[in-house]
């Protein structure tokens, strides 16, 4: 009886198909000429949270790392996780923090409910995969997860094809595949004003640069300067009755602290790069009032015309690249960020729970827990309690530090070694 071998052969290439899925490493399930960007709405109260898809688009090149793609950097305040669907297969992860997490410990969130944009970049899958964001609450629980199926060949998937904002590079360490890419953005800055942007921008290279252990990593980075122009000079300050037209709509007084600069046009801000490479954000604010903030993984902004600039736009980088906690403590925060009970994932500061994970090793031996303060050995690493916006609880590794004041000339030894392996994660 005469039979084809068409179907055998047809079997035979699926099963072949299917193995080469099942063995292909992270990096050959993905096409690192493209990005996925997908945009999500994080929405609710202190009760009750939401996640909901936005929008997915496409970008020329993969500007992220391609090392490690299966682990976390950090374990952040949220995760998202793509996986090879059908599978628990991971071809990527990452970690952040949000502005609505951190709006979730405010009095406000016991009393309305408001939704944040937030945008996220990962290399672009060649299999259908499937996506899982996670958002956890300040005793690091899941509060809030979402998973959705992408197909790279969705046909809904937008290409971004708008021309390039102009840009100009101002520190060049290898190619984008290579290093880490830094976008320097403006913000408050009109047309005629983009020769100070450019300045500024200048300055906060070299800020960053002049401290340890950056100083010593330069071939790890690239930094960007992005003239985005406003309409009008300098930025919103609510609390004097200001709105100013910016591209980015930046304002201070976030969650009534007057202090707090932040942009809630994530969306606005990661158009403003497509064309491109950057992996992460510095915005500088046009304005001589004094404020920043950094939320890591998602942007720093400060403002350029005080006199701290250089110092304060150092440790808003170290929020938002490296993920280090504030060291400093006002007792003054609605709710508690750090619990007695939970490690804090940022690795400079412990509540001495898992104290093992943190600088233990760093430590002389007989060195005090915790250790009273000394002003004559101000640079003795211990286990100093404050930290974190707690005066108790909560505990540094250092009397001073880039974290802690803007007089402090540089990051104490254990951000330093926070930052030197965050670097090596992402390079090498």
Not at 152 to 166: E, G, N, V
Not at 240 to 256: C, V
Not at 357 to 362: F, R, V
Not at 398 to 425: E, G, H, W, Y
Request: glycine share 6%; with cysteine; aromatic share 12%.
């Amino acid at each position: 009886m005469f039979t084809s071998s068409a179907p055998r052969r047809r079997i035979l290439c699926l099963l072949s198909l299917f193995f080469c899925l099942l063995t292909a490493t992270a990096q050959e399930l993905c096409d690192f000429s493209r990005t996925l960007r997908i945009d999500y709405l994080f929405a609710g109260n202190n009760s009750t949270q939401h996640i909901a898809v936005d929008a997915l688009s496409s970008l020329e090149g993969w500007a992220g790392r391609r090392t490690h793609m299966d682990s976390l950097p950090l374990q952040g305040n949220g995760r998202i996780t793509m996986r090879q669907a059908g599978s628990n297969r991971v071809i990527y992860r990452t970690s952040f923090s949000s502005l609505f997490q951190e709006w979730l410990t405010t009095e406000e969130a016991t009393r309305t409910c408001r939704s944040f944009e937030n945008v996220f970049l990962l290399p672009m899958p060649t299999v259908p995969v499937e996506i899982t964001i996670e958002l956890d609450d300040t005793r690091r629980r899941t509060m809030a997860a979402l998973t959705h199926r992408v197909a790279p060949s969705d046909i809904l998937i937008r290409r971004h094809t708008a021309p390039a904002t102009p840009h100009r590079y101002l520190h060049r360490g290898g190619t984008p595949e290579a290093c880490i890419d830094v976008a320097i953005v403006a913000e408050g800055y009109t047309e005629a004003e983009m020769p100070a942007f450019y300045t500024k921008a200048c300055e906060t290279v070299e800020a960053i640069f002049a401290h340890a252990p950056f100083d010593t990593l330069q071939a790890r980075f690239n930094f960007v300067a992005v003239a985005l122009p406003s309409a009008e000079s300098d930025v919103s300050v609510p609390r004097q009755g200001l709105w100013r037209n910016t591209a980015l709509g930046a304002h201070f007084d976030t969650f009534y602290s007057e202090r707090y600069l932040t942009t809630p046009h994530l969306k606005t801000l990661h158009n403003s790069l497509a064309g491109i490479p950057y992996e992460h954000i510095i915005i500088l604010a046009n304005t001589e009032t004094y404020g920043g903030g950094g939320i890591y993984n998602s942007y720093t902004l400060t403002t350029t015309g005080h006199k701290d600039f250089r110092p304060v736009v150092v440790h808003e980088f170290g929020h938002s690249f490296a993920g280090l906690a504030d060291e400093y403590y006002y007792d003054d925060m609605y709710e508690p960020y750090y619990h007695a009970d939970i490690e804090p994932w940022e690795q400079n500061i412990s509540t001495l729970h898992n104290f093992s994970s943190k600088w233990l090793d760093m430590l002389p031996a007989g060195t005090p827990q915790p250790t009273p303060p000394n002003a004559a050995t101000p640079e003795r690493i211990g286990i100093y309690e404050g930290a974190g916006y707690q005066s108790r609880g909560v505990f540094r590794g250092f009397q001073d530090c880039r974290m802690k004041t803007n007089s402090c000339r540089s990051f104490c030894p254990v951000c330093q070694r926070a930052i030197a392996r965050l670097v090596s994660f992402y390079t090498e």
